[in-house]
């Protein structure tokens, strides 16, 4: 079977190998549809932390199954799967808690092992999800909407709150749907006018920023003289991740959703006078996954606007590099196999 490896940072190449054998309490899965997110081109820029080098990257997955056991989940050979893949031990502190999303001893599939840039993956089948009648572009968007979905949750957000959402990728896409279906007023900020029009067109967010134009001004006058009470950051960059603090309001909340390799630095007493509070969100839980599931079977969400580039795995190292580029009009690309 053929697959793809991310041999050092910049270089992809397309190898060949046996397909895996499948071992007990696992499925063979036949992989279908890898969508790419930051963290995948993060890892191909050289800036992903909790990386090492070679891996086989591609995370958000929908696969077919070939051979499987008989399961709880009623999955046969020729069903569509969702693929939860993060890899958690069940005993940790946090597991214990039901915070399987930042497991102590967390991999995670493309990231600290290899993902499903191959066309055959053998799967424990604890991370398997029927798919139902979803479409495999759907099933790919199950896991990036689920950690915006888990950012909202987070954020214990609640309907009439105003929200600022930073950066219109495909993470904070997902925070402003899940914030708007909680009922907040939702406040979009980006660099690229492109992006932004797409959530207003296509999420329904109430308002629009484009970086650079008197930033709080704007929210305050568009927002009766207030700042909002939650403040989500899915850019993952420095500048924009330290910025983001100013925004909240006196008792608010800001949610570090995007992920920086590095220190970030915060003014204590601008933070400390409004008692406001910084709060990470990582990954995604079953249960994340299941809300978007549910809200995907509705039909409310934008999927075929949302997948803006989709090529074959052969052609994917020609397209990565303008992946990275908002100004190619990228939002999410899919690779298909």
Known sequence: MKYIVCQE?????????DAPTRKP????????????????????????????????????????????????RGLKPGDLAIVM??????????????????????????????????????????????????T??????????SIGAHSVQRAQLLAGETALVTGCGPIGIGVMKFAKLAGAKVIAMDVNQQRLDFVSEKIGVDHTILVGQ????NILDYNQGELP??????????????????????????????LYK??????????????GSILASRNATFKDFYQVIDMLKTGSFPATD????????????????????????????????
């Open 214 to 217: 008197n930033t709080s001004e």
């Open 229 to 258: 009470t939650a403040v989500f950051d899915a850019t993952g960059n420095k500048q924009a991740l330290e910025a983001g603090v100013q925004f909240i309001s006196h008792g608010g909340r800001y949610l570090l959703v995007g």
């Open 85 to 134: 893949p993060y890899y958690t031990c069940g005993k940790c502190i946090a597991c214990a808690q039901g915070k399987t999303n930042c497991c102590t001893s967390m991999e995670v599939l493309g990231v600290h092992i290899d993902g499903g840039m191959q066309e055959i993956l053998s799967l424990p089948l604890e991370v398997l999800i029927p798919a139902g009648k979803l």
């Open 262 to 275: 590095d220190d970030l630095c915060f003014n204590h007493p601008h933070l400390h006078k409004k008692e």
């Open 136 to 145: 495999s572009n759907e099933i790919a968007l199950v896991e990036p909407l």
């Open 306 to 337: 949302y997948i803006t580039h989709e090529v074959h795995f052969t052609e994917m190292i020609d397209h990565f590099d303008s992946w990275i580029k908002p100004e190619t009009g990228v939002i999410k690309a899919m690779v298909n196999w």
């Open 9 to 17: 940072p910049g270089t992809f190449v397309i190898k060949e190998r």
């Open 25 to 72: 309490g696992e499925a063979l899965i036949r992989i279908k549809k890898v969508g790419i997110c930051g963290t995948d081109l993060h890892a191909f820029q050289g800036n992903q932390p909790f990386f090492d080098y070679p891996r086989i990257l591609g995370h958000e997955l929908a696969g077919e199954v070939l051979e499987i056991d008989d399961n709880r």
